[in-house]
């Protein structure tokens, strides 16, 4: 796994839907005792993880939720208002139990690993030079892959990495076009001479890596991160191990957003929990044709959105579950 080629060519060939399973739910969701659609989006969901589980019951006994961190060399653009060092101190806060994504896990019944990849050496400053080698892009991808456990009922993806959304604003303009004043936004809080930098370091990246925009894993190397690198390895490791995936705003989309370039209904077996409030994320959510869960405003990252969403995916089970039939319950269907 540490050869692009080999990475693209697994691409290329992932495992497909069980449609049998999705249909052996709709067929149960049919007869439950509700006017048949009445439950909404919590219906599909439960189609969603059967088709992925490869399953006509699913489970929800092992949630786990994966944070990334990386550092980036773009931050000496002065991109951000905080500095590179934040990454590995809230790492350290994860830790200790003291973050968001800390509480939220625990009500969502999740266990959290935090995997920090070579926090001390940021990735190539891509207004300079690509942000990462082939090889270096593999190893990340990689480290990703191997993080995700087969077994894993559902995983939920985040991040955590200084200057991560001028990556994600810089790598969606590189997969589906536009300029960086089109993607960027003010990130952890950055005035407005900090974002005119943002948006010009965003246009050098698109600038000098012109050339290796057409090809996703190419752009993901040239402009993307570690962390980044790494969802995209999960993802791609969920979907060879069935495992359902909740993807987090704006820089884990834009993570796992290569696959959808480089394979039609790659990202079928992931859902976008969360609407960021990061002014990139509706417009990648409009070029991936996806939907999130919900929208409350949040931008935190750290799958903080991603958990959150993992109490409507357990309803949603629980419904498909649970519920009584029409006949079970001895009440009248319609005529």
């Known amino acids: 796994m540490t050869d692009v080629a080999r990475l693209r060519e697994l691409c290329l060939n992932l495992p497909t839907a069980d449609e049998a399973a999705a249909t052996a739910v709709r067929s149960r969701q049919a007869v439950l005792t509700k006017p048949q659609g009445s439950l909404g989006r919590l219906e599909d969901i439960a189609a969603w993880l059967a ?12 949630v786990e939720i994966l944070v990334f961190a990386g550092n980036h060399g773009v931050v000496g653009q002065g991109v951000s208002p905080y500095p590179a060092a934040v990454t590995a101190q809230m790492v350290g806060n994860y830790a200790a139990g003291g973050a968001a994504i800390n509480q939220i896990a625990r009500v969502a019944g999740a266990s959290l690993r935090v995997v920090p990849l070579m926090l001390d050496t940021p990735t190539g400053d891509f207004t300079q030079t690509a942000a990462m080698t082939p090889e270096s892009f593999a190893t990340a991808m990689t480290a990703g892959f191997d993080a995700v456990r087969a ?7 985040g991040e955590m990495g200084i200057g991560n959304t001028t990556v994600a604003a810089a790598l969606a303009a590189g997969l589906f076009g ?17 974002l005119a930098r943002k948006i010009a370091a965003i246009d050098q990246g698109l600038a000098r890596h012109r050339a290796a925009l057409d090809d996703p894993l190419a752009a993901a190397a040239c402009l993307g991160g570690r962390e ?12 060879v191990h069935h495992v359902p995936v909740l993807l987090d705003g704006f820089v884990c989309s834009a993570a796992a957003a290569p696959l959808a370039r480089l394979l039609p209904g790659g990202l079928d077996h992931t859902m976008i929990a969360h609407a960021s409030a990061e002014a990139g994320h509706r417009r990648l959510l409009a070029a991936l044709g996806m939907t999130p869960l919900l929208d409350l405003g949040m931008r935190l990252g750290e799958a903080s959105g991603a958990a959150l969403a993992v109490p409507i995916v357990r309803a949603a089970l629980a419904c498909h579950q649970g519920m009584a039939s029409f006949a079970e319950a001895g009440v009248s269907d319609r005529a």
């Open 151 to 157: 077994g894993t009922d559902l995983l939920c993806l």
């Open 51 to 62: 088709r992925w589980q490869r399953r006509a019951m699913p489970r929800l006994d092992q």
């Open 178 to 194: 536009g300029a960086g004043a089109d993607w960027a936004g003010r990130g952890t809080g950055i005035d407005d001479a900090g």
């Open 228 to 239: 980044l690198a790494a969802i995209l390895g999960a993802v791609i490791a969920a979907r």
